[in-house]
C-alpha cells in the first residue's frame, strides 16, 4: 500500500507541475515592459502606408495628413523617451534606441518636406520617396523590439521551469517524508 501511494503521490506532482508551468507561461510573457511599445511600433509602420497613401492620392486630404503626421510624431518621440498618456515606457536598449534615433532624423526631415506641400504640391513625389527609407528603418526597429521580447519569453519560460521544479522538488521531499 505504502507503494502505492508513493507513485500515486509522485505521478501527481509530477502531472501537475507542468500544467501549471503552461498557464503561467502566458502570464509571465505577459509581463513585458515593452510591449506597448512594441505594438505601436508596428502600427507606426501602417501609418508611414496611410500618409503615403494620402500622398497618392489625387487631391491630398491635408486634414488626414496633418493627424497622421502628428500621430506619427507623438508615437516616435514616445518610443524613445516615453510617454504616458499613450502608455509608452520608452527604451534603454541601445540597439533600438540607436534604430529610433534614426527613424527620427529620417523623419524630421520628411516633416520639413512634408510642411512645405501646402504651399508646393511638386513636393508630392520627393515626399513619397522619402517615406521608404522611413519604413525599411521602422521595420528593422520592430525586429529589434521583436527580438527583445522572444529573449524576454525565453528567460521567462525557462526562469518558470525551474522555478517549477524546484517547487516539484520540495513537494517531492515533502511527500517522501510524510509517506515514511
Not at 502570464?27 to 501609418?47: F, G, H, P, V
Not at 496611410?50 to 495628413?65: D, G, K, R
Not at 507623438?74 to 536598449?93: A, E, F, P, Q, Y
Amino acid at each position: 500500500m505504502k507503494r502505492v501511494t508513493k507513485v500515486v503521490t509522485i505521478a501527481l506532482v509530477i502531472g501537475t507541475t507542468s500544467l501549471s508551468a503552461i498557464s503561467n507561461d502566458y502570464a509571465i510573457t505577459d509581463n513585458y515592459k515593452l510591449l506597448n511599445d512594441m505594438k505601436l511600433a508596428k502600427k507606426q509602420q501602417e501609418l508611414i502606408i496611410n500618409i503615403s497613401q494620402a500622398l497618392e492620392s489625387e487631391s491630398v486630404n491635408m486634414t488626414t495628413l496633418k493627424n497622421s503626421k502628428e500621430r506619427f510624431s507623438k508615437v516616435l518621440l514616445g518610443l524613445s523617451n516615453g510617454d504616458n498618456s499613450i502608455n509608452l515606457k520608452g527604451t534603454n536598449i541601445p540597439a533600438i534606441k540607436a534604430k529610433l534615433s534614426e527613424v527620427q532624423t529620417l523623419w524630421n526631415r520628411e516633416l520639413t518636406t512634408l510642411n512645405s506641400l501646402i504651399s508646393d504640391s511638386k513636393n508630392r513625389e520627393k515626399a513619397i520617396d522619402r517615406l521608404a527609407p522611413i519604413m525599411t528603418k521602422m521595420s528593422e526597429a520592430v525586429a529589434l523590439y521583436n527580438k527583445s521580447y522572444s529573449k524576454f519569453r525565453q528567460k521567462s519560460k525557462l526562469s518558470s521551469l525551474v522555478s517549477h521544479h524546484m517547487n516539484s522538488y520540495k513537494k517531492q521531499t515533502f511527500a517522501f517524508n510524510i509517506i515514511q
